[in-house]
């Protein structure tokens, strides 16, 4: 619910990329340090250190260029599954402080922490705390913005890196935004901001001042965002994720197939794969899909539902299986794309009277693989089923590079 009195705070890792590439290995900190790949590939910088920054090098920027502003820079190509480990830590701490906690991107969240103050004192102790448990079980530093609203939050956080804390107390979001430019409201983008600067504004007070029916002929409905958020009014509320109401795997292959062992292999690790979130969510499925796409792209899925819910990877490949037989059995042409789904999802309540024998020991071999994978990486362990793979696909950090990148993460 909306009133003055909420207390938002929009926290926002430093320097993502370069801060856990950073923690990893002291001899980066305190220099200049890029995330992106190397200078001479054409590719573009992701995240910059501070000490980079200070030479004018910024996100989105060509690696060329950033090398041109910063010879001696240290330019690492960095490594996704490192950060979105760093990332789950993050999310993970700041659960622990509410439920009231809605994730905005990989290193950064808002939370609604309204009503703390009389059990767990000021809010800016609160985020201070954050800030501590942060640094020393990530080894990275984040900026908190403290504010009744998600924007005023946000563009206090941004105003307060690196390393910084700022709160804007009630009835002040008028006042603290007025002297800062445009684009520090997430609504202006580049196009925007120049389109605005054309008709002399240059500060959000500025724009607080126009008339709202000016700004709705100029923006249309951006124009009315623009024009509450100039003025700082912001009703926006928290929203936690929604847990997902299906969980599905699929890939392309390169060259159309009709490779019965290889098919089957590629839908045992979807299956794996699928299975693996099921468990990793405490969830269970009632109904499996399987989806196929043949070589002129028709696309087909069929659907089964269970007698028991499940969460294994063999029961799940097992419904699979029988779908792509019958599927082929109707239509026998070479095959585009596969994939495998679970919906109708539970929670993890083992009814232990309903599961037959194979169904228990498929479960327990689950826990034991999952176990392993989490600390060795997907390809520590693998199933007689998926062998095949091995041959046709390469693995990087432990894990598949199928042809669709999400396929290995
Ligand atoms: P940001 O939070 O925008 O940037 P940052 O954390 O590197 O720096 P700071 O917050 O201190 O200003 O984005 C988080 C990560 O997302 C960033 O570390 C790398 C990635 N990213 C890209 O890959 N490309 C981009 O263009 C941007 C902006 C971010
Ligand atoms: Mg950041």
Known sequence: MYHKGRRILHVDLDAFFVSVEQALNP?????????????????????????ARAYGIYAGMPLKAAQRLCPG??????????YRAASSRFMAILAEFTPQLEPAGID??????????PLYGATLETALLLQQRIKSEIGITASVGIASSKLVAKVASNLAKPDGLLEVQPEEERLFLAPLPIASLPCVGPKTERALKGMGII????????????LKDNFGALGQVIYRYAMGIDQRGIEPPQAAKSISRETTFIE????????KAVLHYLSERVGTELRRGGRRARCVTLKLKYADFDSITR???????????EAIFDVGIKLLEGALSQRRQLVRLIGIGVSS???DER?????????????????????????????????????????????????????TPSLSH
């Open 108 to 117: 950064e969240a808002y939370l609604d922490l309204t009503g703390f103050e």
């Open 73 to 82: 820079a240290i330019f690492l190509k960095g490594s996704f599954h490192r």
């Open 351 to 403: 009814q232990l009277s309903l599961l037959n024998s194979s169904m228990e020991r498929w479960e327990r071999l689950d826990r034991v693989i999952d176990r392993i994978r989490s600390r060795y990486g997907f390809t520590a362990i693998q199933r007689g089923q998926t062998l095949p793979l091995k041959e046709v696909f390469p693995t990087e950090n432990g894990d598949y590079m199928l042809k």
């Open 303 to 313: 659907n089964r539902t269970l007698r028991e819910s499940t969460n294994s990877d």
């Open 256 to 263: 159309d197939t009709l490779d019965m062992p290889f098919l």
């Open 345 to 347: 999802l539970i929670g």
């Open 27 to 51: 001899v980066l900190r305190e220099k200049p340090v890029i995330v992106g790949g190397e200078p001479g590939s054409r590719g573009v910088v992701a995240s910059a250190s501070y000490e």
């Open 203 to 214: 500060t959000v007070g500025q724009l607080a001042s126009v008339p709202a029916s000016i």
